[in-house]
């Protein structure tokens, strides 16, 4: 299984999206078992964000199972 976090400054809507498309790029894959939000350090509004687009990349079939970490 392949696991993998979007990191405190990559948290937004936006910005999260970007990060899986950048994972699945760098690691070669066409989805990840399980993408994590690190740390949840950033403002309420950006996990808030981070969270609908990592429910959006499973959606799209980016990504098979999402949480938080830390």
Request: charged residues 25%; glycine residues 6%.
């Amino acid at each position: 299984p392949l696991a993998t976090k979007v990191n405190n400054d990559e948290h937004g809507y936006e910005r999260t999206l970007a990060a899986i498309d950048d994972s699945l790029s760098v690691l070669g894959f066409t989805y990840i078992d399980l993408m994590l939000m690190h740390s949840a350090k950033s403002d309420r509004a950006q996990r808030l964000a981070s969270w609908r687009a990592l429910i959006e990349a499973k959606a799209r079939g980016k990504v098979r199972a999402i949480g938080v970490s830390n």
